[in-house]
């Protein structure tokens, strides 16, 4: 939530900020510190999407392992949208920034927004949920046995979400999302 909020906060200066505006790079240099800075937040935000996207195909292919499935699903989407949002955030706020050095500066204050969670799961020293790394979880369902012929709409639905997002993510997003950067730029 407080990912959101920050999230919420830079597009609430972007809105209200009169000076805020996107601006085309001004040569080859500053359009590649604003490549490299995306494509590293790419790639630290892209095991988190994937983390999220296998907490929702997991949510919705044995909601007999849960008491209540449907949190467990939407924490797992929660992360997935958290993550893009984070992402795209650090896109628009870096297409917005004239020179070099702030771009740096901005990316790694921006970063620290994608790093909150592995801050506050670090900080748990001696809570049960640090030993949650450790957990396997039981695979028994599988997309050939059929398993979703008979179930709740609500599992159909869980499913249709989950596949929604991991199509949007294996064609658009991992291999394109830094170079849509580059677009955004002209």
């Not at 369902?141 to 596949?163: P, Q, T």
Request: aromatic share 18%.
């Amino acid at each position: 939530m407080i990912q959101m909020v920050l999230i919420f906060f830079c597009w609430y200066f972007a809105k209200t900020d009169k000076k805020f505006m996107i601006q085309p790079a001004n040569g080859t240099v500053m359009m590649i510190s604003r490549f490299i800075a995306s494509m590293f937040m790419h790639i630290n935000v892209e095991k988190d999407v994937r983390n999220g996207i296998g907490m929702m195909k997991y949510a919705s292919n044995h909601p007999e392992n849960f008491t209540n499935v449907y949190p467990a699903f939407i924490i797992g989407l929660y992360l997935t949208i958290n993550s893009f949002l984070v992402e795209l955030n650090v896109m628009l706020i870096l297409s917005s920034i004239p020179d070099v050095l702030n771009v740096i500066m901005k990316y790694v204050s921006l970063c620290a927004i994608a790093h909150l969670p592995r801050f506050y799961y670090s900080s748990l020293v001696q809570n049960k949920a640090v030993k949650f790394a450790q957990l396997q979880l039981p695979v028994t369902n599988f997309r050939h046995d059929g398993f979703l012929k008979y179930a709740h709409w609500s599992y159909k639905l869980m499913r249709y979400v989950y596949k929604s997002w991991r199509l949007f993510f294996c064609t658009v997003s991992y291999y394109f999302m830094p170079f849509m950067f580059i677009l955004l730029n002209f």
